[in-house]
């Protein structure tokens, strides 16, 4: 048997620290935000068929954040940061290239859409406490492995603002996405050691509270591992091999399952263990 | 009747691999004639009908492209002061009409170059954009005229003229819309039914003009003129125009989207590439089945003989997915496809807590059979309680009452119910179908 809550202390200290200085760097630095979220410009580029890989090379390495689509024989630029004089500029750097339209965009995510998708994250939050609640007829199980869901995301949230920050990772609607997927994950990864946490109580092998969490743990580690590592063989691929355009997404499931699997055992075993006794002391 | 389940399964399978194939011929050597195993249509004999059965799974517009159409406010008869509002509603309304119309996952940006405001729609994989350039640009604006005549007299000769004069009434005070079929002729109407004020302003109308024709315009063109037989106090009515079941579709779907604030035209209409372009979207595919590939050699590398279990039920993961996003005709976008990716890791899981439990059982005991039997049952209920619960958070995200504080379109819903269907299909093979081979494998008996 492994002793998991030992370590307790320093794992929970860690993740507090980095959960503030997540919350500090999304206070202070703020993401990234795509050209969804904040709006842009559109720039179209006409009779590029002789330059067009050059054209491509030559946005992509000024403006990483720009999508390019072919259509015909023009290039559509759409990007957050760029004036009509960068705009004529590119076209003038290219023989025979000439500017096109070139628009301002408004944001195409509503504020109202935010508000929305923002209170489907608070719903879904309460649709797990009270389905955990009920489904292990507990109602610290459910905080618990809520307390870790919130973690999670605030960790991934955190690193997301410094990666943008850093290294130019954008807060955009697959990264919504994969919010909502690390929500959904880092619940199934709990519930599945809380199960066998709960036939530990049942069975009786052990009596102190600390060695039946212990023993879970010990006996779900392997299937947690396996787990993880058949989801980081697919994401670790997608973010080597993949298309740049979908690389920071991977990177953030990345992160997200990573996290996901770590909170389970060192969050959500030691949050049910430290509730637990304090609803005992008050009893 | 285990072994009826597990045929039953095969041949179902053997159907759905028949399915995802792409329409090809075999020349089969002893008869040198080309024999088609997969056709693209095949004909039903007594419905008359032919049927489908090629049909390819429809991409979104960041994978596949799709049409740019772009329109044109108008808003020449606007004060300065209300374009802001008038040009976002126009773009509320379009975005409502799209969903209508079925078109999964639209983009819409609002252009502005200098005064004059734009409305970009970009649609995925829209075959015929002109249809839905005209449906989604018409203005839509229901207007209701009395009909007046003037006895106008000139000299000795008078002529009467008929007018008609626009009341307050407007399709602004619609409630709801709806195709109704008229009970004696069948002929496709459209029944309107009038908010609180609207309903009072009809009645007001229909009193006033009793046996007179209450003239129906829409855009300015006069549908139908019915005469009104009495009041009409609960702000219903039916138009009965000459529509095709077709027209009176669309003209119910835009008056429930409301009419457009301010006159659009299409300016441009255009194919467009990939958002994530097509180099990125074949490089993210191999790099996926390679990561698959791996997860399959780890399987068999940890699990052994389950292991070939494990990889033939993560195949039939993805057969039946193909199929049922084949058939349903939803649109995969990339966000759809990280629910699925989602839902295959938690597929591997369910296998990798069935094979983690049997071998926790058979340290007890040496009943092979035994162990596999009360490992398997052992893990269920995990399952079961974990996959409940993603389907109760894809529930949440996909909003089927369409309640208003939560989203109702978009790629938050589209990852919603890949995510449902994958997790539902996960529990089918990798529980369902598992159990049957197992079963069968160790000769367990049902009880």
């Known amino acids: 048997m492994i002793h998991f809550l030992k370590h307790t202390s320093i794992t929970l200290t860690l993740s507090g620290l980095l959960m503030v200085l997540g919350l500090i760097s999304v206070f202070t630095y703020g993401f990234n935000y795509s050209i969804d979220f904040v709006g842009g410009a559109t720039a179209e580029f006409t009779a590029v068929a002789k330059n067009e890989q050059q054209i491509r090379n030559y946005v992509k390495k000024n403006y990483p954040s720009a999508t390019i689509q072919k259509s015909g024989d023009n290039l559509f630029i759409k990007e957050k940061n760029i004036t009509k004089e960068d705009a004529q500029k590119i076209a003038n750097r290219f023989n025979g290239v000439r500017l096109g339209a070139f628009e301002i965009i ?37 905080l618990a492995a809520v307390i870790a869901m919130f973690h999670d995301t605030v960790l991934l949230l955190g690193a997301w603002s410094l990666l943008g920050r850093f290294f130019g990772a954008q807060f955009d609607i697959l990264f919504v996405t994969a919010l909502l997927i690390i929500m959904s994950f880092s619940v199934h990864d709990t519930i599945i050691i809380f199960d066998k946490l709960k036939e530990e109580e049942k069975s009786g092998r052990y009596s102190g509270l600390e060695e039946k969490i212990n023993a879970a743990l010990t006996l779900t580690i392997v299937r947690s591992a396996n787990t993880s590592i058949t989801t980081i063989l697919v994401l670790a691929s997608l973010v080597i091999l993949g298309g740049s355009a979908t690389r920071w997404f991977s990177i953030s499931l ?30 | 009747m285990k072994k009826n389940t597990l045929s039953t399964i095969i041949l179902v399978s053997l159907f759905f691999l028949w399915f995802s194939l792409p329409p090809f011929s075999v020349r089969i050597p002893p008869m040198n004639k080309s024999t088609t195993i997969k056709p693209k249509t095949i004909r039903v004999p007594f419905l008359k009908k032919e049927i489908n059965v090629s049909l390819p799974i429809r991409l979104g517009l960041d994978l596949q492209g799709g049409s740019r159409l772009v329109f044109l406010l108008d808003t020449a008869n606007i004060n300065k002061e209300n374009i802001p509002d008038a040009v976002s509603a126009a773009r509320d309304i379009i975005e409502r009409r799209i969903n209508f119309f079925g078109v999964n996952e639209p983009q819409l940006s609002l252009l502005k170059g200098g005064n004059v405001y734009k409305i970009a729609v970009e649609l995925p994989g829209v075959k015929d954009p002109t249809k839905t350039a005209k449906t989604i640009g018409q203005t839509a604006q229901l207007g209701f005229s009395t009909y007046k ?52 302003l009809f009645a007001e109308i229909t009193k006033n003009n009793k046996k007179k024709p209450l003239a129906i315009f829409l855009d300015n063109q006069l549908l139908t003129a019915p005469v009104v037989q009495d009041e009409i106090k609960d702000g219903n009515a039916v138009i009965s125009g000459s529509f095709k079941v077709e027209e009176a579709k669309t003209l119910v779907n835009q008056l429930n989207a409301g009419a457009l604030p301010v006159p659009v035209r299409l300016l441009e209409q255009k194919t467009i590439e990939p958002t994530l372009g097509k180099e990125n979207v074949q490089k993210s595919l191999i790099a996926g089945v390679v990561g698959l590939l791996s997860v399959v050699v780890f399987m068999l590398v940890l699990y052994g003989k389950n292991g070939i279990l494990a990889t033939i039920s993560l195949f039939l993961y993805a057969l039946y997915s193909v199929f049922i996003f084949q058939i349903s005709g939803i649109v995969m976008t990339l966000s759809g496809v990280a629910g699925f990716l989602l839902s295959i890791g938690m597929a591997v899981d369910s296998n990798i807590l069935i094979y983690e439990r049997i071998k926790e059982e058979k340290i007890r005991t040496k009943d092979v059979a035994l162990a596999t039997k009360l490992g398997f049952n052992n893990a269920l209920k995990a399952i079961k309680q974990a996959n409940t619960n993603t389907l109760l958070i894809a529930g949440v995200l996909f909003n089927p009452f369409n309640l208003s504080f939560l989203p109702i379109s978009g790629s938050v819903r589209g990852f919603s119910l890949t995510l449902a269907i994958g997790v539902v299909l996960s529990l089918l093979t990798g529980v369902f179908v598992v159990k049957n081979i197992l079963w069968h494998v160790y000769k367990i008996d049902k009880e």
């Open chain 1, 106 to 142: 408004s944001p195409s995510v509503s504020a109202e859409n935010i508000t929305k998708t923002v209170t489907a994250f608070a719903v879904v939050a309460l649709c797990i406490l009270l389905y955990v609640a009920y489904s292990f007829s507990g109602f610290r199980y459910a």
């Open chain 1, 254 to 283: 990345l992160i997200g399952m990573f996290l996901g699997t770590y909170s389970s055992p060192f969050i959500a075993a030691p949050m049910y263990y430290f509730l637990t006794r304090f609803f005992k002391k008050r009893a």
């Open chain 2, 149 to 200: 005549e003037e006895v106008v007299k000139q000299g000795t000769q008078s002529a009467t003229i008929p007018t008609f004069l626009p009341t307050k009434l407007t399709g602004a005070y619609l409630k709801k819309a709806s195709l109704v079929f008229d009970q004696k002729s069948g002929s496709p109407q459209v029944g309107i039914q009038f908010n609180k004020e609207g309903a009072r």
